[in-house]
């Protein structure tokens, strides 16, 4: 059954199905997942992977995560070690991206890793992804379903808004649990977080018994591109701040924020787990609204905090 976007489809067998014939066909679609929809081909053919780029607009060396059912998928084409073990029985099927080395023998696109002799992986948990990985035979490389620097969309509209109706088919799953990208682990040297999200440093390093790196953005991707503004609603952003300038729209957090004209409130209740939901829902809700620039209050940096924070900081970018 259609939903009254013609290209939002439930996710019931027959439209799996239907996802199905289009990724053996080298089609692209967008599919839900726990943390932000994904942009999703075949991860082993080129001519499907190239379409992603083309879609986002996405520069070539800037490579994709590749998603899998299961462990013993994804052990065909990456090398896996005890720390990956660790984490993969913690943390897994969930919103965690791990970077390991790539097997010589597998065979993902070399256009979706960029040439690297890594590779992002990942195992979600929602459920229409699982459903959707364990009727195909190949990984799929999905990025999120946004134009490259752009927020990334956590409804099957917004991915409607994003691409109108080039993308034919988009499984619908509702508003995505948790609404910030997975986090990032690098763990083919000491682990190293490259991208913080729900998954934080603290429980990880619970899991490992020891403190884990965090990088800076300029030392990941030692390409030009990633230092630019990235999740951007596509206008100002201004973090940290106490009051909006006038007809400034203002995200706020916590029950101390009064409701007020401009002011959009991420949790009353204070939960940054419930902020990190609402975060690009609300910047896109403001962006509709057609306010021309957006102020901050300031968010405790502590748990899903950070991850709020990295992408409020490189939304902020100019
Ligand atoms: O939550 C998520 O991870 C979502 C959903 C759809 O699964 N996907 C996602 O993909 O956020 P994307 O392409 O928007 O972000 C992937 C990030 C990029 O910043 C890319 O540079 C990094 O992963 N990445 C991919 N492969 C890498 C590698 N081999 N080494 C370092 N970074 C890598
Ligand atoms: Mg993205």
Same mark, same amino acid.
């Given at each position: 059954?259609?939903?009254?976007?013609?290209?939002? @489809?439930?996710?019931?067998?027959?439209?799996?199905?239907?996802?199905?014939?289009?990724?053996?066909?080298?089609?692209i679609?967008?599919?839900?997942?726990? =943390?932000?929809?994904?942009?999703?081909?075949?991860?082993?053919?080129?001519?499907?992977?190239?379409?992603?780029f083309?879609?986002?607009?996405?520069?070539?060396?800037?490579?994709?995560?590749?998603h899998?059912?299961?462990?013993?998928?994804?052990?065909?084409? $990456?090398? +896996?070690?005890?720390?990956?073990?660790?984490?993969?029985?913690?943390?897994?099927?969930?919103?965690?991206?791990?970077?390991?080395?790539?097997?010589?023998?597998?065979?993902?696109?070399?256009?979706?890793?960029?040439?690297?002799?890594?590779v992002?992986v &990942?195992?979600?948990? %929602?459920k229409?992804? &699982?459903?959707?990985?364990?009727? +195909?035979?190949?990984?799929?490389?999905?990025?999120? /379903?946004?134009?490259?620097?752009?927020?990334?969309?956590?409804? /099957?509209?917004?991915?409607?808004?994003?691409? #109108?109706?080039?993308?034919?088919?988009?499984?619908?799953? #509702?508003?995505?649990?948790?609404?910030?990208?997975?986090?990032?682990?690098?763990?083919?040297?000491?682990? *190293?977080?490259?991208?913080?999200?729900?998954?934080?440093?603290?429980?990880?390093?619970?899991?490992?018994?020891?403190?884990? #790196?965090?990088?800076? *953005?300029?030392?990941?991707?030692?390409?030009?591109?990633?230092?630019?503004? %990235?999740?951007?609603?596509?206008?100002?952003?201004?973090?940290? &701040?106490? @009051?909006?300038?006038?007809?400034? /729209?203002?995200?706020?957090?916590?029950?101390?924020f =009064?409701?007020?004209?401009?002011?959009?409130?991420?949790?009353?209740?204070?939960?940054?787990?419930?902020?990190?939901?609402?975060?690009?829902?609300?910047?896109?809700?403001?962006?509709?609204?057609?306010?021309? *620039?957006?102020? $901050?209050?300031?968010?405790?940096?502590? #748990?899903?905090? &950070?991850?709020?924070?990295?992408?409020?900081?490189?939304?902020?970018?100019?």
């Open positions: 059954m259609k939903n009254i976007y013609s290209n939002i @489809y439930k996710a019931n067998l027959t439209n799996l199905k239907k996802a199905k014939k289009n990724i053996e066909n080298d089609y679609i967008g599919m839900p997942t726990e =943390t932000v929809y994904g942009l999703a081909g075949n991860a082993y053919s080129d001519k499907s992977v190239k379409k992603i083309k879609f986002k607009k996405r520069p070539n060396f800037n490579p994709l995560i590749i899998y059912k299961n462990l013993m998928d994804l052990k065909n084409d $990456v090398i +896996l070690n005890k720390t990956f073990i660790k984490l993969y029985r913690a943390f897994c099927p969930g919103p965690i991206t791990f970077i390991l080395n790539r097997k010589i023998k597998s065979n993902i696109s070399k256009i979706a890793t960029a040439g690297k002799k890594t992002a &990942r195992i979600p948990r %929602h229409i992804a &699982r459903n959707l990985l364990k009727i +195909l035979n190949v990984p799929l490389a999905a990025p999120s /379903a946004n134009i490259a620097s752009k927020l990334s969309p956590t409804s /099957a509209k917004d991915v409607v808004k994003e691409f #109108g109706n080039k993308i034919k088919l988009i499984l619908d799953g #509702g508003y995505c649990q948790i609404g910030l990208e997975s986090t990032i682990i690098d763990l083919t040297k000491k682990p *190293s977080i490259l991208r913080p999200g729900s998954i934080t440093a603290e429980k990880i390093q619970k899991i490992l018994n020891k403190t884990i #790196g965090t990088k800076k *953005s300029s030392e990941i991707v030692k390409a030009p591109g990633q230092l630019k503004l %990235h999740y951007s609603p596509g206008i100002p952003v201004k973090m940290n &701040r106490k @009051y909006p300038e006038k007809n400034q /729209a203002f995200i706020v957090f916590g029950k101390k =009064t409701k007020e004209r401009n002011q959009f409130n991420l949790s009353k209740g204070g939960s940054l787990k419930e902020a990190a939901r609402n975060l690009y829902k609300t910047m896109r809700k403001i962006k509709n609204k057609k306010f021309r *620039s957006i102020a $901050v209050t300031k968010i405790p940096n502590i #748990g899903i905090g &950070r991850a709020i924070n990295d992408r409020l900081k490189k939304a902020s970018k100019k």
